[in-house]
């Protein structure tokens, strides 16, 4: 039932791209998405619903085929600041209140 | 609060003794969630509130395991007989509506680390 997220680690330099993919077994009803850096709480991004959409916020965009059950996040032109574990978290369809937490993927942004 | 507050920061105890865990949710949040993270791994989820009711506690691993939350705003998490294997670190997060609708977002706090020695 956990989201399996790929990959399991990141390392860039700055100004450098990168997707990180969470796919599922079970039909979903919504994606979150989630950043934490080390010792800190997770911070939020971003949730999609099924249907497909597609969000962004400055340079982080993610997607939501709910037909292949995955999403995806998509970090363009990368900064320091983006350092940090990314946790994908999803809801099954019919059941709307326990979010499910893959392992994470972590990502290093280098100078 | 500006934010969900969760005391204490740090807790050491001995295998075998009760602990409880405090969590003050984001004012007017009335859905509060409860996880456990280990190093390296995703937040796994223990219980969900809505209100003052258990709306889902089926991630409690055992019933040394209770969370209250009796006027619908603080919460508290108590674990009975520790083991060395609860030790982690107790994440409680809040929102103003369920996690899996469209405004869900969570808020966390800063964890409660918990030492089973």
């Known amino acids: 039932q956990q989201p399996v997220q790929s990959p399991q680690a990141v390392i860039l330099r700055e100004g450098e791209d990168a997707v990180i993919n969470c796919s599922s077994s079970?039909?979903?009803?919504?994606v979150h998405w989630y950043r934490q850096k080390h010792g800190e709480a997770p911070v939020f991004l971003m949730i999609l619903l099924k249907g497909g959409e597609q969000k962004g916020h400055e340079k982080i965009s993610a997607s939501f085929n709910e037909k292949k059950q995955q999403s995806s996040l998509y970090l363009t032109a990368s900064q320091l600041s983006y350092s940090g574990t990314y946790f994908c978290g999803t809801v099954n369809a019919g059941n709307n209140r326990k979010l499910i937490w893959g392992l994470g993927t972590s990502l290093a942004v280098n100078p | 609060g500006a934010g969900v507050s969760q005391t204490p920061s740090n807790k050491v105890t001995e295998k075998g003794k009760y602990v409880e865990l405090r969590c003050d949710p984001i004012?007017?949040?009335?859905?509060l969630y409860w996880y456990r993270q280990s190093l390296g791994q995703g937040p796994e989820f223990l219980i969900y509130?809505?209100?003052?009711?258990?709306?889902?506690d089926s991630g409690l691993p055992n019933d040394r395991f209770f969370a209250v939350r009796p006027e619908g705003s603080v919460s508290t998490l108590k674990i009975q007989r520790t083991e060395r294997g609860d030790s982690a670190v107790y994440l409680c997060a809040s929102s103003r509506g369920l996690a899996g609708a469209g405004t869900g977002e969570l808020f966390f706090g800063e964890g409660s680390r918990l030492t089973v020695l």
């Open positions: 079970k039909a979903l009803y919504s």
């Open positions: 509130f809505q209100g003052t009711g258990a709306a889902d």
């Open positions: 004012s007017g949040h009335t859905a």
